[in-house]
């Protein structure tokens, strides 16, 4: 059964940095976009940056570009995202998710076909 595994969430300081990690089994990266969406309390959840399955094009969330960085490792079957300069705002539980809907390009609208189970990110003082 397709899965993703998210971790690397924390406590962190604003300014600080984390990286999150998703690990995809049984099926691969170039058949899937993987996106990462957040749900903070309160809010509604948000896209916050995807990567496409083939040629690796990215989108960001203007909230968070020029801090955060998708990438993926095809041979660890594996997406990351590396959030540096994190604000309290970006407090949240953070999702992977995979789209098969297009594979050269990415959304940050749903609906996603899989997701994660998600992992916590706090950034406080």
């Known amino acids: 059964q397709l899965q993703l595994v998210e971790s690397g969430g924390g406590l962190v300081q604003p300014g600080g940095s984390l990286r999150l990690s998703c690990a995809a089994s049984e099926f691969t990266l170039d058949h899937y976009a993987i996106g990462w969406f957040r749900h903070a309390p309160g809010k509604e959840r948000e896209g916050v940056s995807c990567i496409s399955a083939i040629g690796g094009r990215t989108n960001y969330a203007d909230s968070v570009k020029g801090r955060f960085t998708i990438s993926a490792d095809n041979a660890k079957n594996t997406v990351y995202l590396q959030m540096n300069n994190l604000k309290p705002e970006d407090t949240a539980v953070y999702y992977c998710?995979?789209?098969?809907?297009?594979?050269?390009?990415?959304?940050?609208?749903?609906?996603?076909?899989?997701w994660g189970q998600g992992a916590q990110v706090t950034v406080s003082s």
């Open positions: 998710a995979a789209s098969g809907l297009v594979l050269t390009a990415c959304v940050l609208l749903e609906p996603y076909d899989y």
